[in-house]
């Protein structure tokens, strides 16, 4: 099969590679639709993420869609041609933090292109098949691969004990971003306002059902008028994100996603006199179903953020192409391309 594989910083070669044999529980998919992320973007152009380093070759991608045609001799649950959206984390199932029902912390995480684990951008790939989950045939190859992100935004919502009526500020209005203001408005959120310095990407957030958005570069967040009750945190944007809690009001919940700079400003009085919550956020565990569910029902719109896509041979471009075009939102790679 052909891979697209990363060998250091910005170097990306198409390459064949034997097509992987599903264990006794896997299904082999042959990929259909993968979306890319920030952390692919920074995997290429820094070979490295805080701890995860990139050492040998390495196949990233890690939001995969696609069809099972293979199954191994003990995997039961998927028939040929079914169609399925992968959750890219297997978790060793028996440590403590699996047994306590964080899987998403399990420190023997095998997860799709972080080092060493490879991922998606090629024609096939193996994984345990309960975490291959089928989508109906109303959601397209897309939708299902950009499943992986909207959980992101899910499970933030749940951390950020997101609910009817609860006020959402949101800021980054990115893929994850936008993901998240459509998660917060299927929670039940009434008022979502989302900030961001690019004005397409505010317009597509408005268009996705926000109540207010917020151009950072010309308007204080202070002057808004508006008091969250949550700040799901997605620039990653030190700055922004100082300036975003000092909003927060009282017994406020802050959710910190977007990935920047190692440490930002902690309005530490601010967050004392308000008993702010402030926490991190790690992927996701147990949310597919659900994700599924509001996508399928129109609830959720994922096409709507797609705005690229590329073969195989053209996932460096892929990668790229953010940085070249503020339009941009998601690239998509078709592998079969
Ligand atoms: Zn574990």
Aim: glycine share 12%.
């Amino acid at each position: 099969m052909r891979a697209a594989v990363l060998h250091g910083v910005g170097k990306i070669t198409l390459e064949e590679r034997p097509r992987p044999e599903p264990g006794p529980r896997d299904v082999l998919v042959q990929v259909a639709s993968v979306g890319t992320c920030g952390s692919d973007v920074h995997y290429y152009e820094h070979g490295r993420i805080g701890d995860f380093v990139v050492e040998s070759p390495l196949v990233l991608g890690h939001e995969p869609s696609g069809t099972v045609v293979g199954t191994g001799a003990r995997a039961h649950r998927h028939r040929l041609g079914q169609r399925v959206s992968l959750e890219p984390g297997i978790p060793d199932f028996t440590c403590w933090q699996c047994r306590a029902g964080r899987y998403n912390l399990c420190p023997r995480m095998r997860f799709f292109g972080t080092p060493p684990v490879d991922g998606a951008f090629c024609e096939y790939v193996v994984v345990h098949e309960e975490f291959a989950y089928p989508v109906p045939d109303d959601l397209s190859d897309d939708a299902a691969a950009l499943i992986e992100p909207l959980s992101v935004g899910m499970w933030a919502c749940g951390k950020a004990r997101v609910g009817p009526g609860t006020r959402v500020l949101v800021t980054g209005a990115g893929p994850v971003g936008l993901l998240c203001l459509q998660a917060a408005q299927a929670f039940g959120a009434t008022d979502i306002m989302v900030t961001d310095v690019n004005p397409v990407r505010l317009g597509l957030a408005r268009d996705l059902g926000a109540t207010a958005t917020l151009d950072a570069r010309e308007n204080d967040l202070l002057d808004a008028a508006f008091d969250p009750d949550v700040l799901l945190e997605c620039s990653g944007h030190p700055a922004a994100a100082g300036a975003a809690i000092r909003a927060v009001g009282r017994a406020g919940r802050i959710v910190l996603i977007g990935m920047g700079g190692d440490e930002i400003p902690l309005p530490l009085a601010h967050v004392q006199a308000h008993e702010l919550e402030v926490t991190g956020t790690f992927r996701y565990a147990n949310t597919w179903p659900q994700a599924i569910v509001l996508a399928a029902s129109g609830r959720v719109q994922l096409d709507a953020l797609v705005t690229g896509h590329y073969g195989l041979a053209e996932v460096e471009q892929a990668l790229t192409a953010g940085t070249h075009d503020p339009a941009l939102v998601k690239a998509v790679v078709r592998p079969q391309e």
